[in-house]
């Protein structure tokens, strides 16, 4: 089975923190993502990753930025946390080959609250 | 543009009965692929099943069926046999052609069916 963690649950961070949020997978998938889901706004790409070292700016990169440095992890950067960053963030990956392609497997999700 | 429309925000279904979720979506690209996928209260989102537009045949999984309708461009989920357990969130999401849009296997997602499932 496909297996995607997040470091945390649940985080509540102040205003101007630094915040990391990682995200392993274990099946060796290329492709990794991470997601803000908020109510009303469905799931919004933040960044995503297709590589090792390689990301590519999703939908809402303002105020992230995200580091891969090894093919199982990809973290997700709040430089200067700001209340209007408090959401759900969501990890994913797919492979870029077999039966499955493209598929997304999430992350439990993080439910980040910025005070 | 809106490329995936979930024209239903909420539903309620009676345990052991079927549901319908509707899908449209809207592509110029000939080789697309199609997922549906489930997001309980608990946060996590689950994969359900997945349509490629070449493919001949409207998925299966289970309990789970798409109702693949390419000229209309819809791929509605059917789930069968309703469960308590089937109370969630549901989202309709498109891969287009990665060469065409170097899409890099983005997904689009729709804004989702609230699903409650009632004895």
């Known amino acids: 089975d496909v297996k995607v963690t997040q470091s945390s649950r649940y985080l509540v961070k102040r205003t101007g923190e630094k915040v990391f949020l990682e995200c392993v997978q274990d099946?060796?998938?290329?492709?990794m993502f991470w997601y803000r889901q908020d109510p009303g706004l469905g799931l919004r790409l933040i960044y995503f990753?297709?590589?090792?070292?390689?990301?590519e700016k999703g939908d809402i990169p303002e105020g992230y930025s995200v580091s891969r440095e090894k093919k199982e992890r990809f973290s997700l950067i709040l430089e200067s946390a700001s209340t209007n960053q408090t959401s759900m963030y969501l990890c994913?990956?797919?492979?870029?080959?077999?039966?499955?392609?493209?598929?997304?497997?999430f992350g439990p999700g993080t439910r980040l609250t910025v005070l | 543009a809106q490329k995936i429309t979930q024209t239903q925000p909420g539903m309620f279904v009676q345990e052991k009965e079927a549901v319908t979720l509707d899908c449209t979506y809207d592509?110029?690209?000939?080789?697309?692929?199609l997922f549906w996928y489930k997001q309980p209260s608990s946060g996590e989102m689950i994969f359900l099943i997945y349509?490629?537009?070449?493919?001949?045949q409207n998925a299966t999984e289970g309990r789970y069926s798409l109702n693949f309708q390419k000229a209309r461009k819809s791929a509605n989920l059917v789930i069968s046999a309703s469960q308590l357990g089937d109370s969630a969130m549901y989202f309709c999401?498109?891969?287009?052609?990665?060469?065409?849009?170097?899409?890099?296997?983005?997904?689009?997602f729709g804004a989702g069916t609230q699903v409650v499932v009632t004895p």
């Open positions: 592509t110029s690209d000939p080789s697309y692929g």
């Open positions: 999401a498109m891969r287009e052609a990665r060469v065409l849009t170097d899409s890099w296997g983005k997904l689009q």
């Open positions: 994913a990956s797919s492979s870029t080959s077999g039966q499955f392609r493209d598929t997304q497997y």
């Open positions: 990753s297709y590589d090792v070292k390689m990301k």
């Open positions: 349509q490629g537009s070449y493919d001949q």
């Open positions: 099946m060796d998938h290329e492709n």
